[in-house]
């Protein structure tokens, strides 16, 4: 039994007010019983209306923000028109426009949550993401043998493979994860984005890290365990969380 992508976490200096911000963008819910860990570890977790895919989770850190994150949302736009209001509403609540370098002529807008976290809001008519929903994508800096390890770590195909280049995405649909390839940034400190997997009923935790390593993942040299869960690096050094039975 492979793991669940259960939640995208943030590591937050104000958890509620970063989930205020993007229930706001995104038109998502706080998160209701039985799910309890973020009560349990002071975070906030909001949740999509139809309840299907993962979640977003905001847990509480002091950790200052050090370069640009190695991953952000890339929201989709059915219009123009649906594109202004996204940016307004962002901006509405708290966002600020972002500069990374970007040209007028480019179509999508590039902001900032209140925390400092970027994402863009991409410009309608793309191809790449019309089959995926609002959060077309969660674009990452990353190798193809990230890439390659989340595909199967999930169990989620590659949908795009060239020049280094990679993108998965589960056979249900819905957001797409994409790795850019090389040269891939440094890491700084601890990432502010990263995933949350959870087992099945009666899945037990200790196979499933063995079989995460088994793939090419490691565990952290300090040993650190985050809440209920077991923290492990990704072929890159992307800290990721494991829950489940034991």
């Given at each position: 039994m492979t793991s669940q992508l259960f939640a995208i976490c943030f590591r937050a200096g104000r958890p509620s007010d970063l989930a205020r911000f993007w229930s706001g963008v995104l038109g998502w819910g706080p998160a209701g019983a039985p799910y309890d860990h973020g009560a349990a570890d002071g975070g906030v977790v909001i949740v999509p209306p139809d309840g299907a895919g993962f979640r977003i989770r905001f847990l509480p850190s002091q950790e200052p923000k050090s370069g640009r994150n190695?991953?952000?949302f890339d929201l989709t736009s059915a219009s123009p028109e649906a594109q202004r209001q996204t940016v307004a509403r962002a901006l509405e609540l708290g966002g600020e426009h972002f500069d990374v370098g970007q040209r007028?002529?480019?179509g999508h807008v590039v902001l900032a949550d209140p925390d400092g976290n970027e994402f863009c809001v991409i410009e309608a008519g793309n191809k790449f993401l019309a089959d995926t929903g609002f959060i077309g994508a969660l674009a990452c800096d990353?190798?193809?043998e990230v890439g390659c390890f989340w595909s199967e770590?999930?169990?989620?195909p590659l949908v795009w493979d060239q020049d280094q280049e990679t993108a998965i995405q589960s056979p249900?649909?819905?957001t797409k994860i994409t790795w850019g390839g090389p040269p891939v940034a440094p890491k700084v400190g601890v990432n502010r984005l990263f995933f949350e997997l959870s087992l099945p009923d009666g899945a037990a935790v200790d196979a499933e890290i063995d079989r995460l390593v088994s793939l090419g993942a490691t565990r952290p040299?300090?040993?650190e365990v985050l809440g209920e869960g077991v923290l492990l690096l990704d072929p890159d050094?992307?800290?990721?969380?494991v829950r489940g039975n034991r």
């Open positions: 190695r991953a952000h007028p002529e480019e990353g190798t193809r770590a999930l169990g989620w249900d649909g819905g040299a300090d040993g050094g992307n800290e990721f969380l």
